[in-house]
């Protein structure tokens, strides 16, 4: 099932997928005709999905977050890449077994063959099942809801402990993504990416063209990688962007500490900063709301440079006059 090389993707295949994942809420109900499809896609589209999750878990790693132990659960699964991922970043043992479920069979089959191979000590289930969800990971699913969709999701996350939710970083899901949030914040403690707590600072008037978004790293060398870069030219992908927007909950009242919630205080920058001459402007996320705010160059060279570089952290500490930055410091210097 997992045997597809460079050599043997089907093109035909991941062009109608391509364009299905283009065309979103018109998708077809169940777009996975067999299990190649859920192959083909798996090893390439369902990649750049994993770095973007690699991303998130890094940044909840950073930030001293653990997922709630029990069942995982993976809804809309497709080839399972995002359970995948939250697995084998902490480890079998931390769960006590892990759920796939999609609308599509077709995925449900490949992504819980796919999880037993990846993880043979592990117990895997298909379907949404009835009890507790100690963690519910949402991947690239938004898009694609209608409203019956929605229902059968909300259903799922009112019996969540937590929620891992990743998404491209359009302006359409990144706005789905915010209402969400503030629909299940009196439920849910928000872990990431947020800095607090309070209404989201985009519901603000004076934000409404902007969204919450984050680029995640491709694995490095991937542009000397001439298989990633044939596939990437045929696809039309830019292989070194990668968007992201996401959210993460965790439900109150489940763990005493949050230790996450550390971040309060901090501003999180969003999209990239712009570099001009001598300065930079990064529009900040903080509890105060969200606003466009100034680095002078001379103030801090290397936040500057790291700016510039595309290799600065998310989260900051620092100290605000007017519109200007003062002092910055990273939240997690160890990033
Ligand atoms: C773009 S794919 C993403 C798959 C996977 N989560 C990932 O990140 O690679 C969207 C998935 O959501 C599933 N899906 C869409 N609407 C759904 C619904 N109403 N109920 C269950 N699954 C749904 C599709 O079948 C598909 O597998």
């Known amino acids: 099932m997992n045997s597809i090389t460079w050599d043997t993707l089907d093109w035909t295949v991941l062009d109608r997928l391509r364009e299905i994942f283009l065309a979103g809420q018109q998708a077809p109900a169940t777009y996975w005709t067999s299990l190649e499809d859920l192959a083909n896609y798996n090893f390439t589209y369902a990649q750049r999905i994993g770095w973007k999750w690699d991303a998130v878990i890094d940044e909840l790693k950073r930030r001293s977050w653990t997922p709630p132990g029990g069942t995982l659960l993976d809804w809309g699964c497709g080839s399972g890449i995002a359970s995948r991922r939250v697995i084998a970043s902490y480890g079998t043992e931390h769960f006590a077994s892990v759920g796939v479920s999609d609308h599509s069979g077709h995925a449900v089959q490949f992504a819980a063959a796919t999880a037993r191979e990846f993880f043979p000590g592990l117990k895997v289930t298909t379907g949404t099942g009835e009890g507790r969800i100690g963690t519910l990971v949402i991947s690239h699913v938004l898009n694609e809801l209608n409203e019956v969709g929605g229902r059968a999701l909300r259903e799922v996350i009112d019996r969540s402990d937590a929620v891992i939710w990743v998404e491209p970083g359009t302006f359409a899901d990144s706005r789905a993504l915010i ?34 978004h984050h680029f995640a790293s491709p694995p490095p060398g991937i542009m000397a990688d001439s298989d990633w870069v044939k596939f990437a030219n045929r696809a039309g992908i830019d292989l070194r962007s990668l968007p992201y927007s996401f959210v993460v909950l965790e439900r109150r009242g489940v763990r005493e500490a949050v230790p996450s919630l550390a971040a309060e205080g901090c501003s999180r920058i969003l999209g990239e900063p712009r570099i001009y001459k001598g300065y930079a402007k990064v529009l900040a996320c903080a509890s105060e709301g969200v606003r466009e705010m100034e680095l002078q160059k001379r103030e801090a060279p290397e936040v500057y440079k790291a700016f510039k570089g595309g290799e600065s952290s998310p989260l900051w500490r620092w100290e605000v006059e007017g519109v200007r930055i003062r002092n910055p410091k990273p939240a997690h210097p160890e990033s």
């Open 179 to 212: 209402q969400m949030r503030e629909s299940l914040r009196t439920q849910f403690h928000v872990i990431a990416p947020c800095t607090h707590q309070a209404t989201c600072g985009l519901l603000a008037p004076a934000n409404e063209r902007h969204w919450c």
